[in-house]
């Protein structure tokens, strides 16, 4: 097992991720698609810190960091989605225009 | 912030001998020794209020003076009778014991100059305190009494106390700052109440006279002042003093005549020398209790005390400063004393014979100073202020009772008038100098000082000694002549006389009182306390004072006899009665008289020579150059200021307001053109972060 199989899998996570996120029109797919490209990223955390040995092991340690505050990122993302779904009965990201200059 | 100091320690430092200022004072005058608590205790520490009370006093009776039940006089009487007690106990530990004190308050600092407000307590200073304090208390209660019913009474007192104050700051003043403020509140004081009965426009133009005669002396004074500070580098007496007494080379040595000069041409003016005496005899247009105090110890001190503050300069022991202006002082002294004398007899206004009698004996002081006789000098300023405040306080005695000035309209007052007569006699023997009484004493010592400088190398003091000799024989003629007038022969006059009430009767007995027994302070042989009181100022290195021990018997025995022929000639040609009055004042000597009568044409020199081609062409080429030449510039300036405004308002309203709405304009266009930048949509958003990371990363990679 070399690192770059690591990297492979974590960089498909995050082009993955990318994609949906930039094409998906649900704001549930979209929130997924985040997570996702959270989850590539502690990929690449994980198989860098073992490459490289590290003694304190903060990669793995900022992992969990990201895991932690992803769950917190999912649990409001999730709450703001049902409210502009309760508001609007529609949970479109290209009809939440409001914002349009 | 508060510094005081002890002269007499500085001194002791300055002298360079390590005993101590009790030492000193042993040295000096036998003084016994000092007593903690007096000489530098709260007695001297507090010894200000001398000059704040009056000032305070002023601004009381400006405010609230018409609303108590004397109109203000109740306070000013207060004052000076503070003053005068304070003074009084200062002259008397001074005599006991010694005062040498300078306290002072730092008020400003400009470079290397501190401006002090502070407050002399020596000698010299103590004596002026107790004159102005004793003085000023028995004049102004005799102002209530010949005031009464004046228009403006409390405004009178005011600047009666607005004028014994300035002379207050003036005598305390430690530095030539304050002595300049003191010197101008004086002078102002002066101008007000010379001018009191404004109505007169006589009387205005009398107090202009004054003021700006004060001037032209008074330029002198500040050009000189400032030489001399800035030669020493500091504007306290003391270290200018201190200068002199070390005799250091420098600046002030370079400068040291011309300092001198323009200092003595300040002394001039308000102590009336010749030939800026001519405000002096114009000042009886005023009220005849500021006559009195003016003449006495306020206003023509301020000159001789001067010359006494800055007398180690004039002395000048070291022989680099200002030793040879004292020759011209002497010569000054010596012509006022003569030459105004004899003015006094040709006189016809009571007021005006005394007047010329102090332009007369102000001369003498003057001529003491010239010298090298400090003591004498003083001495003579002493004893001249009481008998002249009683003369000038009796002369308004009769003026308030015959209801006019001039000697024509009285005669025969001895006998309806017993107090102003007994009175006026005891000032007349003490001005003449007849003994015991003050002037003998004073007049005496000037002569006999006089008499020492010349023998020790001041050739001129000779010629002057001669002058003042013959001086006296002419205040002995023209005074035996005013009482001659006034008080013998039958009455002349229209309104009916009687004698003054008891609130200026008392002040004329006080008077007398001192006027006896001022002299007696320095009796040759028997107490000689006021040499050293004086002596005090500087007490290791001494004054230099020329100052005879005894009395002079060989003078004694010249002037005596001068005195009582100049007393029995006057009372020879004057004493009969005819007639009228102006029979019995008929004597004349052709061409002496009427020189005399017109002043020695000095007034009409000044009137014809400066003041009216002043007026005359001066001012016709200033009126032409400043309605043509200033008014011109001043019109073109205008028109082009206008003209340049305009130019300005179009380029401001084209040009710059142009410019920030083309700016406004602007940064408005762009914004409408990026909002269409912010669509509203996230997932745009997101892919331009991803594009903007991947660009930073690309680049971090090439370079």
Same mark, same amino acid.
Request: aromatic share 14%; net charge negative; no cysteine.
């Given at each position: 097992?070399?690192?770059?199989?690591?990297?492979?899998? /974590?960089?498909?996570?995050?082009?993955? /991720?990318?994609?949906?996120?930039?094409?998906?029109?649900?704001?549930?797919?979209?929130?997924?698609?985040?997570?996702?490209?959270?989850? /590539?990223?502690?990929?690449?955390?994980?198989?860098?810190?073992?490459?490289?040995?590290?003694?304190?092991?903060? /990669?793995?340690i900022?992992?969990?960091?990201?895991i932690?505050?992803?769950?917190?990122?999912?649990?409001?993302?999730?709450?703001?989605?049902?409210?502009?779904?309760?508001?609007?009965?529609?949970?479109?990201?290209?009809?939440?225009?409001l914002?349009?200059g | 912030?508060?510094?005081?100091? =002890?002269?007499?320690?500085?001194?002791?430092?300055?002298a360079?001998?390590?005993?101590?200022?009790?030492?000193?004072?042993?040295?000096e005058?036998?003084?016994?020794?000092?007593?903690?608590?007096?000489?530098?205790?709260p007695?001297?520490?507090?010894?200000?209020?001398?000059?704040?009370?009056?000032?305070?006093?002023?601004?009381?009776?400006?405010?609230?003076?018409?609303?108590?039940?004397?109109?203000?006089?109740?306070?000013?009487?207060?004052?000076?009778?503070?003053v005068?007690? @304070?003074?009084?106990?200062?002259m008397?530990?001074?005599?006991?014991?010694?005062?040498?004190?300078?306290?002072?308050?730092e008020?400003?600092?400009?470079?290397?100059?501190?401006?002090?407000?502070g407050?002399?307590?020596?000698?010299?200073?103590?004596?002026?305190?107790?004159?102005?304090?004793?003085?000023?208390?028995?004049?102004f =209660?005799?102002?209530?009494?010949?005031?009464?019913?004046?228009?403006?009474?409390?405004?009178?007192?005011?600047?009666?106390?607005?004028?014994a104050?300035?002379?207050?700051?003036?005598?305390?003043?430690?530095?030539?700052?304050?002595?300049?403020?003191?010197?101008?509140?004086?002078?102002?004081?002066?101008?007000?109440?010379?001018?009191?009965?404004?109505?007169?426009?006589? +009387?205005?133009?009398?107090?202009?006279?004054?003021f700006?005669?004060?001037?032209?002396?008074?330029?002198?004074?500040?050009?000189?002042?400032?030489?001399?500070?800035?030669?020493?580098?500091?504007?306290?007496?003391?270290?200018?003093?201190?200068?002199v007494?070390?005799?250091?080379?420098?600046?002030?040595?370079?400068?040291?005549?011309?300092?001198?000069?323009?200092?003595?041409?300040?002394?001039?003016?308000?102590?009336?020398?010749?030939?800026?005496?001519?405000?002096?005899?114009?000042?009886?247009?005023?009220?005849?209790?500021?006559?009195?105090?003016?003449?006495?110890?306020?206003?023509?001190?301020?000159g001789?005390?001067?010359?006494?503050?800055?007398?180690?300069? @004039?002395?000048?022991?070291?022989?680099?400063?200002?030793?040879?202006?004292?020759?011209?002082?002497?010569?000054?002294?010596?012509?006022?004393?003569?030459?105004?004398?004899?003015?006094?007899?040709?006189?016809?206004?009571?007021?005006?014979?005394?007047?010329?009698? =102090?332009?007369?004996?102000?001369?003498?002081?003057?001529?003491?100073?010239?010298?090298?006789?400090? %003591?004498?000098?003083?001495?003579?300023?002493?004893?001249?202020?009481?008998?002249?405040?009683?003369?000038?306080?009796?002369?308004?005695?009769?003026?308030?009772?015959?209801?006019?000035?001039?000697?024509?309209?009285?005669?025969?007052?001895?006998?309806?008038?017993?107090?102003?007569?007994? =009175?006026?006699?005891?000032? %007349?023997?003490?001005?003449?100098?007849?003994?015991?009484?003050?002037?003998?004493?004073?007049?005496?010592?000037?002569?006999?000082?006089?008499?020492?400088?010349?023998?020790?190398?001041?050739?001129?003091?000779?010629?002057?000694?001669?002058?003042?000799?013959a001086?006296?024989?002419?205040?002995?003629?023209?005074?035996?002549?005013?009482?001659?007038?006034?008080?013998?022969?039958?009455?002349?006059?229209?309104?009916?006389?009687?004698?003054?009430?008891?609130?200026?009767?008392?002040?004329?007995?006080g008077?007398?009182?001192f006027?006896?027994?001022?002299?007696?302070?320095?009796?040759?042989?028997?107490y000689?306390?006021? %040499?050293?009181?004086?002596? %005090?100022?500087v007490?290791?290195?001494?004054?230099?004072?020329?100052?005879?021990?005894?009395?002079?018997?060989?003078?004694?025995?010249?002037?005596?006899?001068?005195?009582?022929?100049?007393?029995?000639?006057?009372?020879?040609?004057?004493?009969?009665?005819?007639?009228?009055q102006?029979?019995?004042?008929t004597?004349?000597?052709?061409?002496?008289?009427?020189?005399?009568?017109?002043?020695y044409?000095?007034?009409?020199?000044?009137?014809?020579?400066?003041?009216?081609?002043?007026?005359?062409?001066?001012?016709?080429?200033?009126?032409?150059?400043?309605?043509?030449?200033?008014?011109?510039?001043?019109?073109?300036?205008?028109?082009?200021?206008?003209?340049?405004?305009?130019?300005v308002?179009?380029?401001?309203?084209?040009?710059?307001?142009?410019?920030? +709405?083309?700016?406004?304009?602007?940064?408005?266009?762009?914004?409408?053109?990026?909002?269409?930048?912010?669509?509203?949509?996230?997932?745009? @958003?997101?892919?331009?972060?991803?594009?903007?990371?991947?660009?930073?990363?690309?680049?971090?990679?090439?370079?």
């Open positions: 097992m070399t690192i770059v199989q690591f990297l492979i899998v /974590g960089a498909a996570l995050f082009s993955m /991720g990318l994609y949906g996120v930039i094409t998906r029109k649900n704001a549930v797919l979209l929130l997924a698609s985040v997570e996702l490209m959270l989850a /590539g990223v502690n990929v690449n955390m994980v198989a860098f810190d073992v490459y490289l040995t590290d003694q304190l092991h903060s /990669g793995q900022f992992t969990l960091f990201i932690a505050i992803a769950a917190a990122e999912v649990g409001i993302g999730i709450a703001i989605i049902l409210m502009i779904f309760r508001n609007r009965q529609s949970a479109d990201v290209d009809e939440l225009n914002m349009k | 912030m508060y510094r005081l100091l =002890t002269l007499a320690s500085q001194v002791v430092l300055a360079g001998e390590e005993g101590a200022a009790e030492g000193g004072h042993e040295a005058g036998g003084h016994e020794a000092i007593v903690p608590g007096i000489t530098d205790g007695l001297v520490e507090w010894a200000w209020l001398i000059v704040v009370v009056p000032i305070i006093a002023v601004f009381i009776i400006l405010f609230w003076g018409k609303k108590l039940p004397f109109k203000g006089w109740e306070v000013a009487e207060g004052a000076l009778g503070f005068a007690l @304070y003074g009084t106990v200062l008397y530990f001074n005599a006991t014991q010694g005062i040498v004190y300078e306290g002072a308050i008020i400003a600092r400009i470079g290397d100059y501190h401006l002090e407000w407050w002399m307590v020596d000698g010299l200073s103590i004596m002026m305190y107790f004159l102005v304090g004793v003085v000023g208390l028995l004049v =209660t005799y102002a209530k009494g010949y005031m009464k019913g004046d228009v403006r009474f409390t405004w009178f007192f005011v600047s009666f106390s607005l004028f104050g300035g002379m207050l700051v003036l005598v305390a003043a430690p530095n030539l700052i304050q002595l300049i403020v003191g010197w101008e509140l004086v002078g102002v004081s002066s101008y007000l109440l010379i001018a009191h009965y404004w109505e007169d426009f006589a +009387n205005v133009d009398a107090g202009n006279k004054a700006m005669v004060n001037k032209v002396a008074d330029a002198g004074l500040f050009l000189g002042a400032i030489i001399m500070a800035v030669s020493v580098g500091s504007f306290n007496f003391a270290d200018i003093i201190d200068v007494v070390h005799g250091e080379e420098g600046m002030l040595s370079q400068y040291a005549f011309w300092t001198g000069l323009l200092i003595f041409i300040g002394a001039m003016g308000k102590s009336a020398q010749f030939p800026l005496h001519v405000w002096l005899p114009d000042a009886m247009a005023g009220p005849t209790p500021v006559s009195a105090l003016m003449h006495a110890a306020t206003m023509v001190t301020a001789v005390y001067l010359l006494g503050r800055l007398f180690p300069f @004039y002395i000048d022991e070291a022989g680099i400063f200002g030793g040879d202006v004292r020759d011209i002082i002497i010569v000054i002294g010596g012509l006022t004393l003569f030459l105004t004398g004899f003015i006094a007899i040709v006189q016809d206004d009571i007021k005006k014979v005394l007047a010329y009698s =102090t332009v007369s004996q102000l001369g003498y002081m003057v001529a003491a100073m010239g010298a090298g006789a400090y %003591t004498a000098g003083l001495f003579h300023l002493f004893t001249h202020a009481f008998f002249k405040a009683l003369l000038f306080l009796a002369a308004g005695s009769v003026i308030h009772a015959v209801h006019s000035n001039n000697m024509s309209d009285m005669g025969g007052l001895r006998k309806k008038m017993p107090i102003t007569f007994w =009175t006026f006699i005891a000032g %007349t023997l003490a001005l003449i100098g007849i003994f015991p009484f003050a002037g003998f004493f004073s007049k005496d010592e000037i002569l006999a000082s006089m008499k020492y400088s010349g023998q020790h190398g001041q050739d001129v003091a000779n010629f002057i000694l001669i002058l003042g000799i001086g006296a024989f002419i205040t002995a003629f023209y005074m035996t002549r005013a009482v001659a007038l006034t008080f013998f022969g039958e009455y002349k006059g229209h309104a009916t006389p009687h004698e003054s009430p008891k609130m200026m009767a008392y002040p004329l007995i008077l007398g009182f006027a006896v027994t001022a002299g007696w302070i320095n009796f040759p042989g028997v000689t306390g006021f %040499t050293t009181w004086l002596a %005090t100022r007490p290791l290195t001494g004054m230099g004072d020329h100052h005879a021990d005894g009395l002079d018997w060989a003078l004694v025995l010249i002037v005596t006899p001068t005195v009582l022929a100049g007393v029995a000639i006057g009372w020879w040609l004057y004493g009969k009665d005819k007639a009228t102006a029979e019995r004042d004597f004349r000597i052709p061409v002496l008289w009427p020189l005399f009568e017109n002043l044409y000095i007034d009409d020199f000044y009137m014809n020579g400066i003041v009216r081609p002043t007026m005359g062409p001066i001012a016709r080429i200033v009126l032409w150059w400043d309605m043509n030449v200033i008014d011109g510039i001043v019109n073109v300036v205008g028109a082009g200021s206008l003209g340049v405004a305009k130019v308002r179009t380029v401001d309203s084209n040009v710059v307001d142009g410019l920030y +709405n083309e700016i406004g304009a602007g940064v408005d266009g762009l914004g409408s053109s990026l909002r269409r930048s912010f669509t509203g949509r996230i997932q745009q @958003y997101a892919a331009f972060s991803f594009i903007g990371v991947v660009v930073i990363a690309v680049l971090f990679i090439i370079l």
